[in-house]
């Protein structure tokens, strides 16, 4: 339990309890499933139960690696997608054909329940809840605690294969993009940027980052624009012009739709003077 106990330990909005199964919390409002060694063995039906009761309680619940088997055997993830570490997807999918196995991805999150690959995918995951719970900028200072990258995406792959180009190929073309965020990005822009045919350019970009370029900076202004509402005193009108936006209204609509609640609304949630919430 080490990695959510280190993320999670970073920031005193959570409490932190390591328990077994004789000594879970029945209140807790994250409940972290550990991978273990042996997939194939049962887990014992007080553990599953417990877990059960979490879940039908309404807590969110984030497996990493093979824990996500654990909620399986519980019928936890049954219509439900879920991933864990490449070498176990196969065996997921015939040990448990109700669930929807979702193949290379570092996490997936389907409602209050998150599944995740290996144990770096686990810090993504742990990463994306405090992101959830308090903001972007506290997501990154966690991260910068636990010497780790900000969270990366869910849709990042977990492996590549053996010719693709390293992970820092088209870095200076990304970081070009988020340094020129307010202005108009195309796929032509960012791969005269790289040096790169269009088609090469899309081609090698997918395969660093797990999705096409315009998703990528679609979700790099979304992220952007998080950290100006919770640090700044920025109007929504500046902050979608200096994400890219355009109008305030296509910001609004945009934020709205992609993060479930309204720049305002985010704002006094994240800002500099919300508290967020405490979960334990």
């Known amino acids: 339990m080490s990695i959510p106990e280190h993320v999670f330990g970073q920031h005193p909005g959570y409490r932190v309890v390591v328990c077994g199964i004789h000594d879970f919390d029945p209140a807790a409002d994250i409940v972290v499933v550990p991978g273990y060694e042996d997939p194939h063995l049962p887990v014992p039906e007080e553990y599953l139960e417990a877990l059960r009761v979490a879940v039908e309680r309404g807590a969110r619940v984030v497996a990493v690696c093979t824990g996500v088997f654990a909620l399986a055997a519980g019928g936890i993830l049954n219509g439900k997608a ?134 990528w900076v679609a979700l790099q202004r979304i992220l952007g624009a998080r950290r100006l509402l919770e640090a700044s005193d920025w109007s929504v009108e500046r902050i979608a012009g200096a994400t890219g936006f355009g109008t305030a ?31 334990r």
């Not at 990042?156 to 390293?166: K, L, N, V």
Request: glycine share 10%; aromatic share 6%.
């Open 249 to 279: 209204a296509n910001f609004r609509t945009i934020f709205r739709r992609e993060v479930g609640v309204t720049p305002t609304a985010y704002r006094k949630l994240h800002g500099p003077t919300a508290e967020g919430p405490h979960p």
């Open 82 to 215: 879920a991933t864990t570490h490449w070498r176990h997807t196969e065996q997921l999918r015939v040990m448990y054909p109700g669930v929807d196995v979702v193949e290379n991805r570092l996490f997936v999150e389907d409602g209050a329940i998150l599944t995740s690959a290996g144990g770096g995918a686990g810090i993504d995951a742990c990463l994306h809840v405090v992101q959830t719970d308090f903001g972007a900028t506290v997501a990154d200072g966690v991260a910068k605690d636990v010497v780790f990258s900000s969270v990366r995406g869910a849709d990042e792959p977990q492996h590549r294969d053996g010719i693709t180009p390293s992970r820092d190929s088209l870095r200076a073309t990304r970081e070009w993009v988020i340094e020129n965020m307010g202005s108009s990005i195309t796929v032509q822009r960012m791969a005269d940027h790289s040096l790169l045919s269009r088609r090469t350019f899309i081609r090698r970009f997918a395969r660093e980052t797990g999705m096409p370029p315009m998703q």
